[in-house]
């Protein structure tokens, strides 16, 4: 009886070191977040990319543009990026968006940030393809950002699935120890695009790959619209720490945080900044300060994206709105707003000028 006790034990044992781990407990949560900075930042992608597949691409990656525009985002005090992947790049050259990825992070590391990558998305054109992207549509937000999987892959889960989730753990697999990286996203905006519910099998998949891959960061899926409760319910409960998306006003990003820290878990703003809606850096960035909430905003430089042009305004005859929706930077550093970027250095305790 002795042996087989121990024997029990021994595998009890061994059951506990392989096996998946769960979601974060609060506490974890908030220890991790206490060791942490005040953090800020972007959606970051280059300025010369149109999309995910552009940035990351063989033919298109561009290191040495992106460690000059990480220069510029720490001369600002940003110590934070959140970086959109691509299924796509991987599926036609794993290991060469692996070895990106590293440069990437040894780029951001020079410049002490860190960022934080983003899986999958339900966002904007529905197909993509690899090779060459085609050209922006003059004064249309972005007119060549991709849907990740492409809208025609998810009805065929038996293929689709098993190459998402050998994407999702090789990646979360190759970096799960990697301390130059805050945190994973598996998922922006769920639901967007019509989908609404039927992005929850994917959703849930996503969050179960990530568990089994046992990443040391912690894991989180955005709540981003009152509308999908019960997508919400499902991202609040399985992420170690909530993010969320919130371009109203400073009177709405309070009650989001209001609502949001009830949940007693790291508030992490992953997108906000829509000037022409009231989300200004001046008013917003304070807010999410004063309540230890990350703060990152979309967009940083204006390029292929055209995220200076609002979601729903085309404007193909205009080369510049007057009042940008996003976007902080021209290509040649030049500020949008110079009031801008002194209220960004002062909340992020960077050099501001002496007037």
Same mark, same amino acid.
């Given at each position: 009886m002795k042996n087989i006790s121990i024997f029990a034990a021994l595998m009890l044992l061994l059951a506990s070191c392989t096996a998946p781990a769960g979601r974060w407990s609060a506490d974890k949560a908030n220890r991790w977040y206490a060791q942490q900075p005040w953090l800020s930042g972007c959606n970051y992608i280059p300025s010369n990319a149109i999309n995910q597949i552009e940035m990351w691409s063989a033919d298109t990656w561009s290191p040495e543009l992106i460690d000059t525009e990480l220069g510029w985002a720490e001369e600002l005090g940003?110590?934070?990026m959140r970086v959109f992947l691509s299924s796509v790049v991987y599926a036609n050259d794993p290991d060469g968006l692996k070895t990106r990825m590293d440069e990437f992070l040894k780029i951001c590391d020079r410049h002490d940030i860190m960022p934080l990558f983003v899986f999958f998305?339900?966002?904007?054109?529905?197909e993509s393809a690899y090779g060459k992207q085609r050209d922006p549509k003059p004064g249309i937000h972005n007119s060549g950002w991709v849907q990740d999987p492409s809208k025609s892959r998810r009805a065929d889960t038996l293929v689709t699935w098993p190459e998402l989730?050998?994407?999702?753990?090789?990646?979360?697999?190759?970096?799960?120890?990697?301390?130059?990286?805050?945190m994973w996203d598996l998922y922006n905006e769920p639901g967007n695009s019509?989908?609404?519910?039927?992005?929850?099998?994917l959703v849930k998949n996503v969050f179960k790959w990530a568990r089994q891959a046992s990443p040391s960061q912690p894991v989180t899926v955005?709540?981003?619209a009152s509308s999908l409760p019960a997508l919400n319910a499902l991202q609040l409960e399985e992420s170690d720490v909530?993010? /969320? @998306?919130?371009?109203?006003t400073p009177e709405r990003m309070k009650e989001t945080i209001d609502t949001l820290e009830t949940r007693g878990r790291p508030l992490i703003c992953t997108e906000y900044m829509a000037r022409t809606r009231g989300s200004l850096f001046e008013t917003v960035m304070p807010i999410l300060k004063e309540h230890n909430v990350v703060a990152i905003n979309w967009g940083f430089v204006s390029g292929k994206t055209n995220t200076i042009f609002a979601w729903d305004t085309p404007l193909p005859d205009v080369t510049e709105p007057e009042v940008w /929706? @996003?976007?902080i930077f021209r290509t040649d550093h030049t500020p949008y707003d110079e009031k801008e970027i002194e209220v960004i250095k002062r909340l992020n305790d960077a050099v501001v000028p002496a007037d």
């Amino acid at each position: 009886m002795k042996n087989i006790s121990i024997f029990a034990a021994l595998m009890l044992l061994l059951a506990s070191c392989t096996a998946p781990a769960g979601r974060w407990s609060a506490d974890k949560a908030n220890r991790w977040y206490a060791q942490q900075p005040w953090l800020s930042g972007c959606n970051y992608i280059p300025s010369n990319a149109i999309n995910q597949i552009e940035m990351w691409s063989a033919d298109t990656w561009s290191p040495e543009l992106i460690d000059t525009e990480l220069g510029w985002a720490e001369e600002l005090g940003f110590n934070t990026m959140r970086v959109f992947l691509s299924s796509v790049v991987y599926a036609n050259d794993p290991d060469g968006l692996k070895t990106r990825m590293d440069e990437f992070l040894k780029i951001c590391d020079r410049h002490d940030i860190m960022p934080l990558f983003v899986f999958f998305d339900d966002c904007w054109d529905p197909e993509s393809a690899y090779g060459k992207q085609r050209d922006p549509k003059p004064g249309i937000h972005n007119s060549g950002w991709v849907q990740d999987p492409s809208k025609s892959r998810r009805a065929d889960t038996l293929v689709t699935w098993p190459e998402l989730e050998k994407y999702v753990k090789d990646i979360l697999g190759t970096f799960a120890r990697d301390n130059r990286i805050l945190m994973w996203d598996l998922y922006n905006e769920p639901g967007n695009s019509g989908y609404g519910d039927s992005s929850i099998p994917l959703v849930k998949n996503v969050f179960k790959w990530a568990r089994q891959a046992s990443p040391s960061q912690p894991v989180t899926v955005g709540v981003w619209a009152s509308s999908l409760p019960a997508l919400n319910a499902l991202q609040l409960e399985e992420s170690d720490v909530i993010s /969320f @998306h919130e371009y109203g006003t400073p009177e709405r990003m309070k009650e989001t945080i209001d609502t949001l820290e009830t949940r007693g878990r790291p508030l992490i703003c992953t997108e906000y900044m829509a000037r022409t809606r009231g989300s200004l850096f001046e008013t917003v960035m304070p807010i999410l300060k004063e309540h230890n909430v990350v703060a990152i905003n979309w967009g940083f430089v204006s390029g292929k994206t055209n995220t200076i042009f609002a979601w729903d305004t085309p404007l193909p005859d205009v080369t510049e709105p007057e009042v940008w /929706f @996003h976007d902080i930077f021209r290509t040649d550093h030049t500020p949008y707003d110079e009031k801008e970027i002194e209220v960004i250095k002062r909340l992020n305790d960077a050099v501001v000028p002496a007037d």
